[in-house]
């Protein structure tokens, strides 16, 4: 299927949905009509005052079948403000300055508009927060049946 679609024809998007209540998870549901090749998936979170080592899981699921989930690489604690990157074929480095976590996505995955993109924290909080919520796709319309 992958093979059907020409490399140099999908669009780059930025999807920015809004942030989810205080101590609620990011839901993205993906649009009908288009084809996503999905490159990266970042988000902030800031944890509540609550002790308790969490761990933030990125769930990708089609139809209610799950096709991935990935953790991030590394525990956060109470009051932390971490940066989560996911991103295509390579596991994001921390960089200087600021606490970041991410995790690993395949390289070409292709998704169709039933779609949805979900994290799931480990150990969460009532007053954890995700913010500043970026998917990066490529997109292409979905062919006519």
Same mark, same amino acid.
């Not at 809004?18 to 839901?27: F, H, K, L, Q, S």
């Given at each position: 299927m992958s093979d059907m679609i020409p490399p140099d024809q999908g669009r780059i998007v930025t999807v920015r949905p809004a942030n989810p209540a *205080?101590?609620?998870e990011i839901t993205i549901q993906q649009p009908s009509g288009v084809r996503w090749r999905v490159t /990266?998936?970042?988000a902030l979170r800031v944890n509540g005052v609550v002790a308790g080592d969490r /761990?933030? *899981?990125l769930v990708i699921s089609q139809g209610g079948d799950v096709l991935f989930r990935s953790v991030a690489t590394a525990l956060s604690i109470? /009051?932390?403000v971490i940066w989560y990157v996911w991103s295509?074929?390579?596991n994001p480095l921390s960089g200087t300055g600021q606490a970041q976590?991410?995790? *690993?996505?395949?390289?070409r995955l292709l998704v169709n508009d039933q779609t949805k993109f979900e994290t799931d924290v480990w150990s969460a909080d009532a007053g954890d927060q995700w913010s500043d919520i970026v998917l990066m796709v490529e997109e292409w319309m979905?062919?006519?049946a």
């Amino acid at each position: 299927m992958s093979d059907m679609i020409p490399p140099d024809q999908g669009r780059i998007v930025t999807v920015r949905p809004a942030n989810p209540a *205080v101590g609620d998870e990011i839901t993205i549901q993906q649009p009908s009509g288009v084809r996503w090749r999905v490159t /990266s998936f970042i988000a902030l979170r800031v944890n509540g005052v609550v002790a308790g080592d969490r /761990s933030a *899981v990125l769930v990708i699921s089609q139809g209610g079948d799950v096709l991935f989930r990935s953790v991030a690489t590394a525990l956060s604690i109470a /009051s932390q403000v971490i940066w989560y990157v996911w991103s295509a074929g390579s596991n994001p480095l921390s960089g200087t300055g600021q606490a970041q976590r991410g995790g *690993v996505l395949p390289n070409r995955l292709l998704v169709n508009d039933q779609t949805k993109f979900e994290t799931d924290v480990w150990s969460a909080d009532a007053g954890d927060q995700w913010s500043d919520i970026v998917l990066m796709v490529e997109e292409w319309m979905e062919p006519l049946a």
